[in-house]
């Protein structure tokens, strides 16, 4: 069972709702089984090579005299009790899951370079959230796709991240830039010439121009969510509010969905 297989199981879409300016909201519920050992173990599997890729665990941890387990929590994965870890847990997590639901049904290219060089566990990493990218021919078009999402998780308190996640995708519009450059540097210090290039494709939309997507993403557990005060949501301030996605996730207890899934991480390394 892959994770990929899996997720599309357990993210299922409710009904949508819309904003207090009539922007549609597109509502999903994360039914998650921790019962299900098989899809919690590709799933933490999955999780841990973003921080640290399991071919160089070994190397990275030689000199340290930690075991694997010890090395990501110690080392790579934010604490689960130490303010700010916490919440840059749940931040993480926020994004990662978004950039699944992206990548495995929405098709695009989701370039996996925002953890694992954090130079401090406990913060999370500037510039966008999450990017996707998205190809329509082998050759290069103006259809082709760029997505920037913005992320917020309310996973402890009743607020509307679905507002802020809009209102810092406001930001999205000019620290794009730098954050494929980022992407594109990890790539090129890694050697990996193709997907720099993909990256590439996107830096220079006045001589090749693509279709530009923006997204606000908001993750609740379902005793925090409030359907009414995520209708309080106004994007008339975005600066591109006709091309802007909303989405909202909830699921039931999803800081302790958080907490064990660090701890399968580690545990399962």
Same mark, same amino acid.
């Given at each position: 069972m892959?994770w990929?297989?899996?997720?599309?199981t357990?993210?299922?879409?409710? /009904?949508?709702?819309?904003?207090?300016?009539?922007?549609?909201?597109?509502?999903?519920?994360?039914?998650?089984?921790?019962?299900?050992?098989?899809?919690?173990? =590709?799933?933490?599997k999955?999780?841990?090579?973003?921080?640290?890729?399991?071919n160089?665990?070994?190397?990275?941890?030689?000199?340290?005299g930690?075991?694997?387990?010890?090395?990501?929590?110690n080392?790579?994965?934010?604490?689960?009790?130490?303010?700010?870890?916490?919440?840059?847990?749940?931040?993480?997590?926020?994004?990662?899951?978004i =950039?699944?639901?992206?990548?495995?049904?929405l098709?695009?290219?989701?370039?996996?370079?925002r953890?694992?060089?954090?130079?401090?566990?406990?913060?999370?990493?500037?510039?966008?959230?999450?990017?996707?990218?998205?190809?329509?021919?082998?050759n290069?078009?103006e259809?082709?796709?760029?997505? !920037?999402? /913005?992320?917020?998780?309310?996973?402890?308190?009743?607020?509307?991240?679905?507002?802020?996640?809009?209102?810092?995708?406001?930001?999205?519009e000019?620290?794009?830039?730098?954050?494929l450059?980022?992407?594109?540097?990890?790539?090129?210090?890694?050697?990996?010439?193709?997907? =720099?290039?993909?990256?590439?494709r996107?830096e220079?939309?006045s001589?090749?121009?693509?279709?530009?997507?923006?997204?606000?993403?908001?993750?609740?557990?379902?005793?925090?969510?409030?359907?009414?005060?995520?209708?309080?949501?106004?994007?008339?301030?975005?600066?591109?509010?006709?091309?802007?996605?909303?989405?909202?996730?909830?699921?039931?207890?999803?800081?302790?969905? !958080?907490? /064990?899934?660090?701890?399968?991480?580690?545990?399962?390394?």
């Amino acid at each position: 069972m892959t994770w990929k297989k899996k997720f599309g199981t357990w993210l299922t879409q409710e /009904e949508s709702i819309q904003t207090a300016n009539g922007q549609v909201v597109q509502v999903f519920s994360f039914d998650y089984n921790f019962a299900d050992e098989e899809a919690m173990s =590709a799933w933490a599997k999955h999780f841990r090579n973003h921080y640290c890729p399991d071919n160089k665990i070994d190397i990275l941890r030689s000199g340290t005299g930690l075991s694997k387990k010890d090395y990501l929590l110690n080392r790579k994965f934010p604490d689960q009790t130490v303010a700010p870890g916490p919440s840059v847990r749940s931040g993480d997590f926020s994004e990662i899951l978004i =950039a699944d639901y992206f990548e495995f049904l929405l098709d695009y290219w989701i370039p996996r370079t925002r953890y694992s060089n954090k130079s401090n566990k406990n913060s999370s990493t500037m510039g966008s959230d999450i990017i996707g990218l998205r190809f329509f021919d082998k050759n290069e078009t103006e259809k082709d796709t760029i997505a !920037v999402i /913005e992320s917020k998780a309310s996973f402890k308190s009743k607020r509307n991240g679905l507002q802020e996640a809009i209102n810092h995708s406001v930001k999205d519009e000019k620290r794009l830039a730098e954050s494929l450059n980022a992407m594109k540097q990890r790539y090129i210090e890694t050697n990996n010439i193709e997907n =720099a290039k993909k990256v590439e494709r996107f830096e220079n939309p006045s001589d090749r121009p693509y279709t530009m997507l923006y997204g606000a993403a908001a993750l609740f557990s379902n005793e925090t969510y409030n359907e009414e005060f995520v209708r309080t949501s106004d994007t008339s301030n975005h600066v591109d509010s006709h091309h802007l996605m909303l989405i909202v996730v909830k699921g039931d207890n999803m800081m302790n969905l !958080v907490h /064990e899934l660090y701890r399968r991480a580690a545990d399962e390394a």
